[in-house]
Structures are given as C-alpha cells and as structure tokens.
C-alpha cells in the first residue's frame, strides 16, 4: 500500500478565512512533505518534516503555517492568502533516507477569491 | 547554483514510435535520481530512481539510464495511455527533490 491521502480534493476560500489541508499515511514513513504547484510548472518544495520536527521551511510566507501532529499526518493552515496562492496543494511521505522513493498523494486543488 | 534542465518541453508520437526524453542536471550532493509520471491534475506516480552512472531500470515500455550530467527515459512502441508529463527530480541533500519543468508526452493513436 503506497497511498498518501489529502483532503479535501478541492476547496475555494476567501482572503480573510482560515481553512486546512489534511494529509495521512499508514506506510510507516517518518518524512513528510507539502509541495506546491501551479499550472503547467513543476512541484517546489515548501515544508518537510522528520520525525516530526520541521527540517526544510523553503522561505515559504507565514500565510503557510504546516503541522505534523504525529507520524501519520500533516497539516497544513491557511490564513490571509492571496489569489496568486491557488494551486494545486500536493502532500508526500518518505523513509528518512536519502534516496529512499517519495510517494505523493492526488492533491488538494486550492482556489483563493 | 543546481541546475535542471528536461528537453523537450512536449513531445508527440505516433503510436508504436519509441523516442527518448532527457533530463541534465547540475546538483550538488546527488543523492539520486527521480523519475515520475503526472496525469493532469493528479499528484506525480514514481516511476524509477537511479542512484550512480550507468545504472538502467526498466518497466514496461520505459527505460531510465543515467550518466554523470543526465538522464534519459527511453519509451519503446508508446500507447496512447503514456500520455502524461514525464518529470526528472534530482535530490539533493536530505529529502529534496528539485523537479525539472517536464516533458508533456502526447501518443496519437
């Protein structure tokens, strides 16, 4: 089973909210990661987390606050985005080791109005 | 400064006419070399990893090769259902992979 589950698969919020992305795994993984990706570009790394403790933070803005509240899932809050934020939101997990394969889940397709 | 680079951009094939993608890199600190599959909005599927040069692993209708400077993934007599984007992602360091912008394979029946 090589299965990283987001949800929701699609959410539309407004400027002011705050809403959250949700991500689990079952494989064991202790690496965990949140990717963005806009239209016709590829993934960027945004956050990864090891043994459940932030270990890459790519200079992402505050708007962007991730949570790994135990080894099987990982948050993402969002607060004040701005349009220019809409992308599609992608989660993936990992042993911790280099080299070792990163699965990816289908995504959370995020629009901000 | 790490440097990928994944030509061409799209690529179309008629069905059965095998072709190559390639993938240069520059990368500090190599850790390895990634290869997944993306269907339009859907999350990328891991194909192969390549870990030194000269290493080769194959599925199906697919072959990764990798050399010091580049990759390349060899698609042989292609299917429609290969449609997808093809994306390259060297890792470097611990747990991050550095994707390329992908090549957009098109098969026409």
């Known amino acids: 089973d090589t299965e990283v589950t987001q949800t929701p698969k699609h959410l539309v919020m407004g400027m002011t909210n705050k809403k959250s992305l949700k991500c689990e795994q079952h494989?064991?993984?202790?690496?965990m990661y949140w990717y963005k990706q806009k239209a016709k570009k590829p993934p960027e790394l945004m956050f990864v987390?090891?043994?459940?403790?932030?270990?890459i933070n790519e200079s992402v803005p505050s708007r962007f606050s991730p949570e790994c509240p135990n080894s099987s899932l990982l948050n993402l809050h969002l607060h004040a985005l701005q349009p220019e934020d809409s992308a599609l939101y992608l989660c993936?997990?990992?042993?911790?080791?280099?080299?070792?394969?990163?699965?990816f889940g289908e995504g959370s397709w995020l629009t901000v109005v | 400064e790490d440097q990928v680079t994944q030509s061409p951009e799209a690529l179309r094939l008629q069905e059965g006419e095998s072709s190559s993608l390639n993938c240069s890199y520059t990368?500090?600190?190599?850790?390895?070399l990634f290869w997944y599959r993306q269907d339009p909005g859907k999350g990328p599927e891991f194909l192969f990893t390549?870990?030194?040069a000269g290493e080769e692993k194959e599925k199906e209708r697919l072959k990764a090769t990798l050399t010091k400077k580049e990759s390349f993934l060899h698609i042989t007599a292609p299917k429609p259902e290969d449609s997808a984007t093809y994306l390259c992602?060297?890792?470097?360091?611990?747990?991050?992979?550095?994707f390329g912008t992908g090549t957009r394979l098109t098969v026409i029946p």
């Open positions: 993936a997990s990992s042993q911790d080791d280099p080299g070792n394969t990163i699965y």
């Open positions: 494989m064991g993984h202790r690496a």
């Open positions: 987390y090891s043994y459940e403790k932030l270990s």
């Open positions: 990368v500090s600190g190599l850790r390895g």
């Open positions: 390549l870990y030194s």
């Open positions: 992602a060297p890792q470097r360091g611990a747990n991050n992979l550095f």
